[in-house]
């Protein structure tokens, strides 16, 4: 199919432009002291930042995985991915816009555990336990809206009030979801070549064991720094 | 997913606790160290990840600049004065000892690079040595006012050690700099 290819295609050459940027998962202190410096709208450089943000923002990444490990029709793909946006991209404005102060830990910290139970579900942990089904398309858009406050505590240390800040706010966030689009074709790349293979099932329910593994130490990491910050 | 009964609970559990397992090991042994070095299991330490958190081990303390060594000899003429001072960040070390064969007017100050922080003086005195380590209580220059209070020409000679950048020395002329490989 012409648009698989596309996407592949796609997903390669940016995958390999992205990562010759720097890792960083908070903007990069260069980063952010350059656009500290500017004033007035600069979709530009805002723009990139975003795509840069959230091609290197592995929470994001590894919770989208985790949503995406299991859908097979591009038709609930694109649902799922949707919900995650809406809900991020809400939270992502209003944050900046209203001036929310919302400490980053703790919000990094549920982060982490989105992660966790995006996985859990994956090895049909819910399934096993609740008596009921989890509607997970309200989890992942009511995540969605967590992990866009966390895009919001990030950039609010660089933005300014005033001249440009709704310019450079919705750059950010168009950049945002272009480098969750690439970073979305880059894993459906490596997940659709896995899928196709035998071992996957037996590898997929090891691999959402580590994810939820990962998804721990991120909450870890973030409530110690809540905690002791 | 399309089962007729509830997939079964005990492999589901058991990677559910192996993941937290997973996860605490990986942040007691690692990532806490690092980051707060917060060091319970002291692998941070075996493991060297305690200097990336900044915390120091109390009989080190590491030094962000380059090692380097100056011995510089002044002529001063009576009641000629001069300050001559190294650039160091801030906690550089420098180890000193200065000789004169006259008495020598001396203070030993820091000004720092920031112009909002306030002058420092550590010692001033009448004398002809003085030996000691200072530590850069800012970034900035770190040095002596010295003047020759004798009746005749004096040679005072300082031999330095220590972590600085650069050093200036001002007299009635320009200041003049130092730079040193």
Known sequence: ?229 | MNDNQAPSKKPILLATIASMLIAATVLFVAVLPAEYGFDPLGTGEQLGLIGLSGSQVSALQQQPAKWRKDVIEFQLAPFEALEYKYHMLEDGALIFSWEAQEDVLFDLHSEADDKAVAEQSFAKGRQRSDNGVLRAPFTGIHGWYFQNRGLGDMTLRLTVAGFFDYSVEMTDGPTQRYEFE
Not at chain 1, 36 to 43: E, Y
Not at chain 1, 100 to 117: M, R
């Open chain 1, 1 to 229: 199919m012409p648009v698989q290819m596309l996407v592949r295609l796609v997903g390669s050459l940016l995958l390999l432009g992205f990562v010759s940027a720097a890792w960083g998962h908070d903007i990069s202190a260069e980063n952010a002291e350059f656009v500290m410096g500017l004033s007035g709208a600069a979709p530009g450089p805002f723009l990139y930042l975003g795509a840069k943000h959230m091609f290197t923002g592995y929470d994001h990444l590894l919770f989208l995985l985790g949503v995406i490990f299991f859908l097979y029709r591009p038709r609930d793909i694109v649902l799922y991915v949707t919900l995650f946006t809406v809900g991020h991209s809400i939270t992502l404005l209003l944050g900046v816009l209203l001036g929310w102060q919302v400490n980053g830990h703790l919000v990094d910290a549920i982060i982490g555990l989105s992660i966790v139970y995006k996985a859990f579900e994956n090895i049909k942990g819910f399934e096993a336990f609740l008596p009921w089904e989890l509607n997970t398309r309200a989890a992942v858009f009511i995540f969605g809206l967590c992990h866009g406050l966390g895009l919001a505590t990030k950039l609010q240390d660089s933005v300014q009030d005033g001249d440009g800040l709704l310019t450079n706010l919705l750059s950010f966030n168009i950049g945002v979801e272009l480098g969750q689009l690439c970073a979305l074709a880059a894993i459906l790349l490596v997940l659709s070549s896995w899928r196709s293979r035998p071992s996957f099932q037996r590898q997929a329910f090891a691999v959402n064991t580590l994810l939820m593994g990962a998804g721990f130490v991120l909450f870890g990491y973030q409530i110690t720094g809540f905690l002791l910050v």
